[in-house]
C-alpha cells in the first residue's frame, strides 16, 4: 500500500487513554499519526528525513511494519522491534508532541479534516497551541539514543553548536536503523 504525508500538527495530550482510541478510529479511515515528543525535536528537517526514507521502504516494499506509523518510530528508535520502537515513543499525559500524520493513498481526509476532529476531544488533545514550542533536551537525546562518550568526541571535532553534531548523530542513527 502507498502512503503521503499530509503534514505535522502540534499538541499537548491531556488522556492518553482517549488519544489511543483517537489513533484507533483515525486508522479505521486510513490515517495514521505517529506522536513524537518535542523534547526530541531538534529540528523538523531530521523528521522530514525518517518520513522520506518510510515513504521509498512502502514504495519499494522493504518497510518491516504494516503502517507508516509504526515504520516512523522503528526508524527514529533505531530499532527493528516494534514493541521497542512504541516503548521508546510511549504517549504520556500533559507532554508536548508533533503529530506525524499519514494517510494512504485512498484515504479521503486531508489535514484539516484530521485536525478538525481531533479539535473535537480538546479534554484529550490540544490541536496548534503548541506550535514552534518544541525545544530539544540534548541530555535526554544523548540518554535515549545512548549515544556514547566516543561519538561525541569523533564528532564533536567538526562542530560548534551542539544541535548540529546531535543532528548528525540522528541522522545516521536514522538511516542506519534497520540495517542490523
Not at 37 to 43: F, G, H, N, T, V
Not at 163 to 175: D, G, H, Q, T
Amino acid at each position: 500500500m502507498d502512503f503521503d504525508l499530509l503534514g505535522f500538527l502540534f499538541c499537548i495530550v491531556r488522556k492518553r487513554s482517549k488519544m489511543e482510541e483517537i489513533i484507533n478510529y483515525l486508522e479505521s479511515r486510513n490515517i495514521f499519526l505517529a506522536l513524537l515528543p518535542c523534547w526530541l525535536i531538534i529540528d523538523l528537517k531530521i523528521i522530514f528525513h525518517a518520513v522520506n526514507i518510510v515513504l521509498k521502504d512502502f514504495k519499494m516494499g522493504e518497510n518491516r511494519a504494516k503502517k507508516p506509523n509504526l515504520e516512523l518510530l522503528l526508524r527514529l528508535a533505531g530499532t527493528d522491534q516494534i514493541r521497542e520502537a512504541i516503548k521508546f515513543f510511549e504517549i504520556k499525559e500533559s507532554e508536548k508532541y508533533v503529530i506525524v500524520v499519514f494517510a494512504s493513498k485512498d484515504a479521503s481526509w486531508n489535514l484539516d479534516d484530521v485536525r478538525t476532529y481531533l479539535k473535537r476531544f480538546s479534554d484529550a488533545i490540544e490541536v496548534d497551541k503548541y506550535i514552534n514550542q518544541c525545544k530539544p533536551c540534548i541530555k535526554r537525546i544523548i540518554e535515549q539514543y545512548r549515544v556514547t562518550r566516543e561519538e561525541v568526541r569523533a564528532i564533536k571535532r567538526s562542530y560548534d553548536n551542539v544541535n548540529e553534531w546531535i543532528e548528525k548523530i540522528l541522522l545516521e542513527r536514522i538511516a542506519l536503523a534497520l540495517l542490523k
